[in-house]
């Protein structure tokens, strides 16, 4: 009947190796890359599983109170008092048979990876073996009476065990119904988030939707399972411009309580986006998720560029202002003031992905292009230069002398074709502000996959991290001091890190050792700083733990907190090969 009822799974794992053995693969032990010793590895990992039943448990709330013992305290008792019993008698067949279904219920949990242990839902044959232990347990209780009070020995022992039952059960009925009940840990853990999400998803009126998730907020299978057919799902990446949808019908964004701090910034982006936090019922230690939600018209407003048209060479200098696409316009096609007039657009250019691209303008020999600030290209031509992800302050200028002519930006991006930039690469009434970002892959310059994003704020947790192993990161932009005053700066990282202002090194820290168990060192210090802009560089080493990095300030003049993208303007577009002081090692 056994071999019955298994015959499916059998068969599938047969038929599927791969998908049978994914998960097997992922948690053992030896596909995991780290090097260590087998017998202290295993042994290690034994302590950690016998432990669980009657000291600490596992951590996950999914499958325990979170490092409460596994058992409750009356059966841990009984169960220790078999394990003991059968441990004197191996060579009896029961004890014998007991001992090895322990071992090999255990063996799963003892050759998956080390910092997860113990986790029982990979032990979870040891259950009944556990409760077969205190069945003997019982048993050997029973026959220690017996001698003592031959005539009383049942009676007694029939006492202890309702009595013992009782607090079994209520122990159990308190844990399970008011310990575990009322334990955040534990009611997080279910992730309650993941299939609200869903449900929500459910709730979109179609399908053709571009949905948006902060990284600890992932499609995960829950989502998956109850939106088999839903929206198109990406992970949400702040150096990248809130999502838009090009031919669908809306864009939907769930950002968690880390992410609050570029509200500010998608909200400069669609003023006119519903945004809402949602309710889990948890109070104040509930986890924050919060959703914004876009129509088509609130991505259309945004789209293109301000176009700015004044006259030249008359006392009014009345300003007609309005929105266009893109950058391609015939004048003889358009309504427009009598000539000569000078035309400015002004908004943002969103690249995509990092690479060396090549801008050509096209306009009277008076045309001008300025990205982030510095001028590109001075009279029609083309220049190729590369540029980093994310948002590009745009500015072309232009005289028109006579309606016949025409003004035009068009791009060759990276292995692409040369193309008008359209309107999806364009933004208006949104200025581009944030610190350009340099990283750097191990092994760098030999190895290749450098690229360069900017970055609107110092506040990373690499969820998903740019690179395997070591990497380095460099930031450089300027920042914008309103007040004249000091300022005390913060850097917290996980690595090696270093922030200088003025060209001067203000806080060097040096980030947690590879035996240290907090996720990363804070060094702080004081500069005083006049009103103006003044150049900021952060150098970070990714060397130890969970990469993480995030700058801090403080003054009388300031909200404290981490520094507001508003405050940081990016370095200009650099070609990679005239970068400074690059690391040539991990030292």
Not at 15 to 21: D, I, K, N, R, Y
Not at 134 to 162: D, E, Q
Not at 171 to 198: G, K, M
Request: with cysteine.
């Amino acid at each position: 009947m056994a071999i019955l009822v298994a015959a499916p799974l059998l068969q599938y794992s047969v038929t599927h190796p791969a998908e049978f053995w994914r998960r097997a693969v992922t948690v053992t032990a030896l596909k995991t890359g780290f090097s260590f010793d087998s017998i202290t590895f295993l042994r290690t990992n034994l302590d950690e599983y016998l432990l669980m039943f009657n000291y600490q448990g596992d951590i996950n709330g999914r499958h325990n109170l979170p490092l409460e013992p596994m058992l409750s305290f009356g059966v841990a008792t009984l169960a220790l008092l078999g394990f003991l019993y059968c441990l004197s008698r191996p060579h009896r067949p029961v004890p014998f048979l007991l001992l090895v279904w322990f071992f090999f219920a255990l063996l799963p949990g003892m050759v998956t990876l080390p910092f997860e242990a113990p986790n029982t839902l990979r032990a979870i044959g040891s259950l009944p073996v556990a409760y077969l232990f205190a069945g003997v347990g019982v048993a050997t209780v029973g026959k220690a009476l017996t001698p003592l009070a031959p005539r009383y020995a049942g009676i007694l022992l029939g006492i202890a065990l309702i009595v013992g039952l009782a607090a079994i059960a209520y122990d159990n009925f308190h844990t399970y119904f008011h310990l575990q009940r009322n334990s955040y840990e534990v009611w997080a853990s279910f992730d309650p988030s993941q299939t609200t999400i869903a449900y929500r998803l459910l709730e979109l009126p179609s399908k053709n939707y571009d949905v948006q998730m902060a990284p600890f907020l992932p499609a995960s299978p829950v989502i998956t399972f109850l939106v088999p057919d839903g929206p198109r799902i990406s992970t949400y990446e702040p150096a990248r411009h809130p999502p838009s949808s090009v031919q669908g019908e809306g864009a939907l964004m769930f950002l968690d309580g880390n992410q609050e701090k570029y509200f500010d910034r998608i909200k400069e982006f669609y003023p006119e986006a519903d945004f809402s936090q949602m309710d889990f019922g948890q109070g104040p230690r509930q986890p924050l998720v919060y959703t914004v939600e876009l129509d088509k018209d609130d991505i259309a407003n945004v789209q293109g560029l301000v176009l700015r048209l004044t006259p030249l060479g008359t006392i009014s200098q009345a300003v007609e202002e309005m929105g266009v696409p893109r950058l391609d316009v015939v004048w003889e096609d358009v309504n427009t003031p009598s000539v000569p007039f000078a035309a400015e657009w002004t908004g943002i250019l969103y690249v995509p992905e990092y690479g060396d691209y090549t801008l050509i303008l096209e306009g009277s020999p008076e045309a001008r292009l300025y990205l982030d600030g510095s001028p590109v290209l001075d009279g029609p031509g083309d220049v190729h230069l590369p540029l980093a992800i994310g948002n590009h302050a745009l500015v072309v200028k232009d005289e028109v002398q006579e309606t016949g002519g025409r003004t035009r930006l068009s791009w060759e991006p990276p292995q692409g074709q040369q193309a008008v930039i359209g309107s999806t690469n364009l933004y208006r009434n949104v200025e581009s502000h944030g610190l350009l970002g340099t990283y750097f892959p191990p092994g760098y310059p030999e190895q290749p996959g450098m690229f360069q994003q900017i970055d609107p704020m110092i506040f990373f947790f690499y969820h998903d991290r740019p690179f395997l192993g070591e990497f380095r990161i460099q930031w450089e932009g300027n920042l914008q001091i309103d007040i004249g005053a000091t300022y005390n700066f913060t850097l917290d990282s996980s690595g090696p890190a270093a922030l200088f202002i003025d060209g001067t090194m203000v806080i060097e820290n040096p980030g947690i050792t590879a035996d240290k168990i907090t996720p990363h060192t804070s060094r702080s210090s004081n500069v005083f700083l006049e009103a103006g802009f003044h150049p900021m560089k952060i150098d970070f080493q990714h060397k130890y733990g969970s990469p993480q990095i995030y700058l801090n300030w403080s003054s009388p003049y300031v909200t404290s907190g981490t520094i507001p993208w508003t405050k940081l303007l990016p370095a200009s577009p650099e070609p990679i090969n005239n970068l400074k002081d690059v690391p040539q090692s991990a030292d």
